[in-house]
């Protein structure tokens, strides 16, 4: 479903990425592993057209989307939650979840979205600054459930959050996950990756260096450790 090639990607004169190579199969979930700093964040960015400068092959559903802007890919199917959340907090929750524009036939409606995220619905009237983080994230993925898009790449959708929302955001993408969306996520918490993966890159200065398939990270675990310091 997405495949990238020799990805190199700048911010300024900073050359950030050197030649990143990950696969998302349809209907999997994949996670980026890796310490601060070594790209997860600016690969995510990059699939999504947000890094000004960037070489190599990005192609979903065999189409080229290296050269294209943020708005063409959105079209494609692709959406971005990014790790700030960036809902809107004047907003109540409904008009939140309204607001996005559907990109693509497919989109979850609002009893469904109310159905997978039973906290929002209760929640439906309260504005964006009233909600909880747990919520605010649930907000985010639900948003983008709506537009229609099939690959949802989601940044640290754990980050800040107590261990029992954390659960919950795991019971979320696997209910994604069975409703046919394919995720790639970025992680910093490697237990929740595990809860939630089929398989795991992890990146390191800006380069992938290994890809472990869920089922096999115990016999990888040393190896990990190294990478993670987990
Ligand atoms: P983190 O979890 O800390 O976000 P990450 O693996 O997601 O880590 P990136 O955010 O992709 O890493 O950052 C990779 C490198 O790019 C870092 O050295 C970072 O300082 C740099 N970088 C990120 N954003 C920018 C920016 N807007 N301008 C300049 N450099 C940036």
Redesign the pocket.
């Known amino acids: 479903m997405l495949e990238i090639r020799n990805l190199e990607a700048w ?2 004169e ?1 050359h ?2 050197h030649g990143v190579s990950l696969d998302v199969q349809d209907g999997e979930v994949v996670t ?1 592993l ?12 990059s699939v999504m057209g947000l890094v000004p400068r960037r070489t190599g092959s990005i192609r979903y559903q065999g189409r080229e989307l290296i050269d294209e802007r943020s708005d063409a890919i959105a079209r494609c199917g692709i959406a971005y939650c990014p ?1 700030e959340r960036g809902i809107f907090a004047s907003l109540d929750v409904t008009e939140n979840l309204l607001l996005p524009p559907v990109v693509q036939p497919g989109g979850l409606d609002l009893d469904t979205i109310y159905g997978l995220f039973p906290n929002l619905k209760e929640r439906a009237r309260s504005q964006g600054t009233k909600l909880s983080g747990g919520e605010q994230q649930m907000l985010a993925i639900a948003r983008i459930l709506r537009t229609g898009a099939k690959l949802l790449l989601l ?2 959708p754990t980050e800040g959050l107590a261990p029992v929302i954390v659960q919950q955001i795991g019971r979320t993408i696997h209910e994604i996950k069975a409703r046919g969306f394919t995720v790639l996520l ?1 992680e ?1 918490n490697f237990r929740f990756a595990q809860t939630v993966a089929d398989r795991h890159y992890v ?1 390191e200065n ?1 380069r992938v260096v290994d890809m472990v398939p869920n089922d096999q990270l115990g016999a990888s675990m040393e190896r990990l450790h190294e990478y993670l310091g987990v």
Not at 34 to 45: E, H, P, Q
């Open positions: 911010y300024g900073s950030v990425l980026l890796g310490r601060n700093g070594a790209g997860k964040t600016t690969t995510l960015r790790e940044d640290e970025v910093q990146m800006g």
